[in-house]
Structure formats: C-alpha cells, structure tokens
C-alpha cells in the first residue's frame, strides 16, 4: 500500500484537523492582540476569546465556568494540583498522566470491565471523613469502555464528594456528565493538538494561580487554535452511527477468525475496539499493519512506546501475556467501510501467517 493510500485508524490518539477549524485558527491568526492587554486592539481579541467561550460553552451544554488549557495533560494537572485539598480517589484505569498527576491517591475497586461499581464507590465513599476528589474517566482511551457517569456522579454527590471527569475521549461525542471538573481535549474532535479546557461548576474548587483566564491559568490565551477548537466542537456529528455499524463489522469479522473482542460485552464507546490477537505479540502486528500501510496503536499514545503490559489491562484482570497481544483501533468520522474491510483482510493475513507451522 503506497503512502498516499495509508489507512488511518488510530482517532483515540489524534484526529486531523476539520476544515471548519483550520479556517477559524486562519481567522485568529489575524487578530494578534494578546486578549489580556487593555488597548483597542487587545480588547477586540478579548471580545473575540468571550465569545468563543459562550460558543464553547453552548456547544457542550455547560453553564459552568471554562478554563481554556494547553491541552488535556493541563487540565488534568490543574484539576488535580489546583484543587482544594481533598484526598484523591482515582480509577486504576485512568490515563497514564493522570496517575502521574495522582501519585499517591487511593485506588478505586473496577471490575473486570474496567468499570467503577457505584456501590463499592459508595462504600469508599461513606468511610471519608472529609470531602473527597473522586476522578474517574468517562470513556477509557485504550478499551473504550464508558463508565456509568451517571450513577456515579449521583454516588459522588451524595456523598458530598467532588468528582472530576476525564472527558477527552467523550466531549464532542457524547453528552458531558453531571461532574463538578470536566477535562476536554480539542484534538480528539477535530480541532488542533495543543488546546483544551478544564470545565469548573464552582471555580472555589480550585486555587487561584496566574493572571490569565480570571486568575487561574497563567499564559497568554491561544487565540486561534480556541477560536479552531471552538468550530470542529460546533461541527456537525452525524456520524456517529455510521461508526456504530463499523466497529460492530470489526467486532464479528475478529471474533470470527479467533480473536478477542475486550470487554465486549461492557458499555463501549463507537470509535474504539480492543483486540487480542491470540500468539501474537502486539509490537509485531503494529509492525506489520504499519508497512501494510494501517495505523493503529497499543493502548494509549503516550505510552505505546513502553514495553510495559497496560495498567489498564492488568486493573481489568487480564494475564500479562494477553495484555501483551492487544491492539486499539480507532474509528473517525472519515473512516469507510471499504477501510474497515481492508483492515479485516489485513488482520487475517496477519493472525494466519502467525499460525502456520
């Protein structure tokens, strides 16, 4: 397969830019004015960045505060640094940054799903003495997963707890959950790496820190890459069950030829599939679906480097060796079904060759 024919399938990790969004961070290219500063020019970009923020806002349905970030790392380590002091309960299947960001926090219980039990929360929950910052991610970026946010802000709020809900994978896709701290990520919806936002209910959750964006973010506002972020989160998402249908025909044509669907039978978001492919290890089927011109990935981006098994994996139970011989594969809104099919065909190649004698 030539490279101009390459066949992308790792959205979890990155999503090319939209249209919409390149032309939107064009536009903000020519308002240069730093938003902050007090002259005519730097209050018509700072008209421009309030602006973005109602639109981003209404977007999402928030009537919260908006904490415009660098990214997703930032707004997990604001949302966990920046935070009151509480004692920090965090799902063992979190990303890879917040556990660093976490270090010391008490591990949530999950099934062999990867999911939190509302009830077993409940019962962590009832022994704090004092209010807790429970931080669970709604749809986990290797396996898919989404987790019952609803029951368990309900749990969180009962209990008089804080919840902070790692949205990267969700926001633009799903409806955000009832959480008192959302993270968003702009590129995993079409907008440009290197922006993001906390969401805060109440910004008393958190410690002052800066001079940017009221007084809780240090840095000059990126003006055209919110502005971007802002049009790829307003553009149309009518693909969504078009990406159902797709990974449901990778999910049969897999298990149809001796492979493993993870946690197939928990709730999963449309645009992520987990799979192990028995016997083989999971560098050498991204070696080979890579000069055969696919790109996947095993498990998150940011840690696929490694040669560690998954902590996501290993929280959910799975063998190590198991762990080892398992793949993402990530569906876009510009995925075709003749890519999936390629992709099929690819994988048979691939686990048939491993097998023969």
């Known amino acids: ?48 960045l309030e602006n973005a923020r109602k639109r981003f806002k209404d977007a999402l349905g928030w009537d919260g505060e908006v ?22 309960l ?24 990867g999911m939190v039990v509302p009830m077993q929360l409940d019962k962590m929950l009832e022994a704090e003495k004092e209010a807790a910052l429970v931080v669970i991610q709604s749809v986990n970026n290797e396996t898919g997963v989404m987790q019952d946010m609803e029951a368990l802000a309900k749990v969180t709020r009962d209990r008089g707890a804080v919840l902070l809900a790692d949205c990267a994978q969700s926001s633009g896709k799903m409806p955000l959950p009832d959480a008192d701290m959302i993270i968003v990520a702009g590129h995993k919806f079409g907008g440009p790496p290197g922006i993001g936002a ?13 001079g940017q964006e009221q007084g809780y973010r240090s840095g000059t506002q990126n003006l055209p890459y919110i502005l971007a972020m802002v049009a790829a989160l307003e553009a149309p998402t009518n693909w969504a069950e078009r990406a159902s249908e797709l990974r449901t025909q990778l999910d049969n044509a897999i298990k149809a030829e001796g ?42 981006a940011c840690s696929s480097g490694t040669l560690k098994p998954s902590h996501v994996l290993e929280a959910m139970g799975i063998d190590p060796v198991t762990a080892r011989e398992v793949i993402r594969v990530s569906i876009g809104r510009d995925t075709t079904r003749v890519q999936i099919y390629e992709f099929i065909e690819q994988w048979k190649l691939i686990f048939n060759a491993a097998r023969k004698p």
């Not at 090319?16 to 290219?29: Q, T």
């Not at 990303?95 to 219980?109: K, M, N, Q, Y």
């Not at 449309?270 to 996947?296: C, E, R, W």
């Open 1 to 48: 397969m030539s490279e101009q024919k390459r066949i992308y399938l790792d959205y979890a990790a990155t999503t090319p830019m939209l249209d919409v969004a390149r032309e939107a961070c064009l536009e903000g290219f020519t308002h240069w004015a730093n938003p902050s500063s007090p002259h005519a020019d730097g209050r018509a970009a700072g008209s421009m």
């Open 67 to 88: 904490i415009f970030t660098s990214g997703a790392s930032e707004a997990v380590a604001m949302g966990l640094k920046q935070s009151k002091p509480m004692r920090q």
């Open 90 to 113: 965090v799902s063992p299947t979190e990303h890879d940054v917040v556990l660093r960001f976490s270090e010391g926090a008490t591990p949530l219980s999950v099934d062999q799903n």
């Open 198 to 210: 906390l969401l805060v209910k109440d910004l008393q959750l958190l410690k002052a820190y800066g």
């Open 259 to 300: 492979g493993v669907v993870i946690a197939e039978n928990a709730p999963r978001i449309a645009t992520i599939g987990s799979y192990h492919m028995p016997g083989v290890a999971a560098n050498t089927q991204l070696i080979k679906f890579d000069m055969a011109g696919f790109s996947v990935s095993a498990g998150s």
